[in-house]
């Protein structure tokens, strides 16, 4: 079940939380720069993957923090340039097939390779994110940007730790 949203998805009630990643290892800009700053080890350990060529496109790395997990989903192979659908297809088609293996039962999406991407949400990104997930038997929240949610690096962080620490939606 699909379930949109305007709230930030750092206070989203799922289990997992999805974060848009390239495979040179750089977290520098976006929800990716947040999720370096809130996950500093999931960052350092993302950065030997990538070095070691151990996440690629089509290669989805869940990250199991004590309260959240986090999927590192690769949305670019460098952040330098846009995202591709066909990248975006791909991840989704591993998830699909995989999220019951990995214990997933709840998660958040943003907006895949829309953002810094590039990629048009209504046009692109949307229908295919609901191709591959409206007939899923769990709680998938998509996170729509919205220019009236504060910002994640505006928020107060212990703002966002008390909401990381509560419990998943199970």
């Known amino acids: 079940m699909i379930i949109y949203t ?25 929800i990716a720069l947040e999720f370096k700053r809130l996950y500093p080890d999931m960052f350092h350990q993302y950065q030997r993957y990538c070095e070691n060529g151990q996440l690629s496109i089509g290669k989805l790395w869940l990250y199991k923090s004590p309260t959240k ?5 690769p949305t670019k192979q460098d952040w330098r340039n846009k995202s591709k659908i066909e990248y975006l297809e791909a991840g989704l088609k591993k998830f699909v097939e995989n999220y019951q293996r990995l214990g997933i039962t709840s998660i958040s999406f943003p907006e895949l390779g829309a953002g810094n991407g590039g990629l048009d949400w209504n046009k692109e990104v949307r229908p295919l994110m609901e191709r591959y997930l409206s007939k899923l038997p769990i709680r998938i929240y998509i996170h729509l940007y919205s220019k009236k949610n504060p910002k994640a690096e505006f928020m107060s962080i212990k703002e966002t730790q008390t909401w990381l620490n509560s419990q998943p939606d199970l």
């Open 69 to 73: 997990w986090i999927l590192n989903f």
């Open 6 to 30: 305007k709230n930030n998805l750092f206070k989203s009630p799922a289990k997992v939380l999805v974060n848009t990643v390239n495979t040179v290892g750089v977290m520098g800009k976006g």
